[in-house]
């Protein structure tokens, strides 16, 4: 492991990998994840977990990024910050150019359907609707039905490799099917930031390598920061650079250029002991 591929407490990124960006992607502010001193605690039977302690991370280019930590480090507490889908109790969060708290409650809702794509590890497919509703929902439900929506929903469909399956409903569906379908809809507004958190937990490995492809293209043809969180190396190889969450802060990157799972299992393993 050359110490050169790890940078302890330096988690500025700068994407050179040939799969997670373009080799020379320009900074926009719209491909922008920032954080500053983050802190998330939650409060439950009189206890406190310091979720996050501190966390400084900062994306400016679109890419391929993971997020990794051991369980409990915080990295769906962070991602959950960054999707808008919950408050830091201290510092700054910004996406995509914007401080997230500086926006009211309405403008945060159309702030992150325009720009934030979020995808889960249990897909969250409404299983009584086919593949094309279940992606077209979010256009419904800001009040953009009609012939464009339909269109936009079939091209995803077919750019994700499951149009042969768009009539059919999550349940004929297999893992990798439904969580292509779960991509479809979190991209329908062209998000410039796509958050995946563990997205394929319940997929087998190859449908998962396949995944892992996928949001690759997608990183490098959409113009898009793709920041998935893993627990899987051979997940991180496809990605340009890898977080390393640990005691609620950004400890440290891994550039990935060059490197296998193995490879990247060992720049963990060094990052998550280091001092
Ligand atoms: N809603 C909540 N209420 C109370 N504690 C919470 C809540 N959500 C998370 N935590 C705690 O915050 C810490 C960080 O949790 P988080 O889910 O972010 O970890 P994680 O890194 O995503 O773990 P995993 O790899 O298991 O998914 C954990 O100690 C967890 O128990
Ligand atoms: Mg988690």
Request: charged fraction near 20%.
């Given at each position: 492991?050359?110490?050169?591929?790890?940078?302890?407490?330096?988690?500025?990124?700068?994407?050179?990998?040939?799969?997670?960006?373009?080799?020379?992607?320009?900074?926009?502010?719209?491909?922008?994840?920032?954080?500053?001193?983050?802190?998330?605690?939650?409060?439950l039977g009189g206890q406190d977990v310091h979720a996050l302690r501190g966390v400084?991370?900062?994306?400016?280019?679109?890419?391929?990024?993971?997020?990794?930590?051991?369980?409990?480090?915080?990295?769906?507490?962070?991602?959950?910050?960054?999707?808008?889908?919950?408050?830091?109790?201290?510092?700054?969060?910004?996406?995509?150019?914007?401080?997230?708290?500086?926006?009211?409650?309405?403008?945060?809702?159309?702030?992150?359907?325009?720009?934030?794509?979020?995808?889960?590890?249990?897909?969250?497919?409404?299983?009584?609707?086919?593949?094309?509703?279940?992606?077209?929902?979010?256009?419904?439900?800001?009040?953009?039905?009609?012939?464009?929506?339909?269109?936009?929903?079939?091209?995803?469909?077919?750019?994700?490799?499951?149009?042969?399956?768009?009539?059919?409903?999550?349940?004929?569906?297999?893992?990798g099917e439904q969580q292509r379908v779960a991509i479809a809809r979190a991209l329908?507004?062209?998000?410039?930031?796509?958050?995946?958190?563990?997205?394929?937990?319940?997929?087998?490995?190859?449908?998962?390598?396949?995944?892992?492809?996928?949001?690759?293209?997608?990183?490098?043809?959409?113009?898009?920061?793709?920041?998935?969180?893993?627990?899987?190396?051979?997940?991180?190889?496809?990605?340009?650079?890898?977080?390393?969450?640990?005691?609620g802060r950004v400890h440290g990157s891994i550039d990935t250029e060059g490197l296998?799972?193995?490879?990247?299992?060992?720049?963990?393993?060094?990052?998550?002991?280091?001092?």
């Open positions: 492991m050359s110490p050169a591929r790890t940078s302890a407490a330096a988690p500025t990124a700068a994407a050179r990998h040939e799969n997670g960006a373009p080799a020379r992607a320009a900074p926009d502010p719209l491909n922008a994840v920032r954080c500053v001193g983050v802190h998330k605690s939650y409060h400084d991370l900062d994306i400016s280019e679109p890419g391929f990024y993971a997020i990794m930590g051991a369980s409990g480090s915080g990295k769906s507490t962070l991602l959950h910050l960054l999707g808008a889908l919950d408050t830091p109790d201290r510092g700054e969060v910004s996406v995509g150019g914007k401080s997230l708290s500086k926006l009211g409650e309405r403008e945060l809702t159309d702030f992150r359907r325009d720009n934030i794509g979020i995808v889960f590890q249990q897909f969250n497919l409404i299983p009584t609707l086919t593949a094309r509703e279940n992606v077209e929902l979010p256009g419904m439900l800001a009040g953009r039905a009609g012939p464009h929506l339909r269109a936009r929903a079939e091209e995803l469909l077919e750019a994700l490799g499951v149009a042969r399956r768009a009539g059919h409903r999550p349940d004929a569906l297999s893992g329908l507004f062209a998000p410039r930031i796509l958050l995946a958190d563990e997205p394929t937990g319940n997929l087998d490995s190859a449908s998962s390598a396949r995944l892992w492809e996928l949001l690759a293209r997608i990183a490098r043809e959409h113009t898009t920061t793709v920041l998935m969180v893993t627990h899987e190396p051979a997940a991180a190889v496809h990605c340009g650079r890898v977080f390393v969450l640990r005691d296998d799972a193995a490879g990247v299992a060992s720049c963990y393993q060094h990052l998550v002991r280091s001092a």
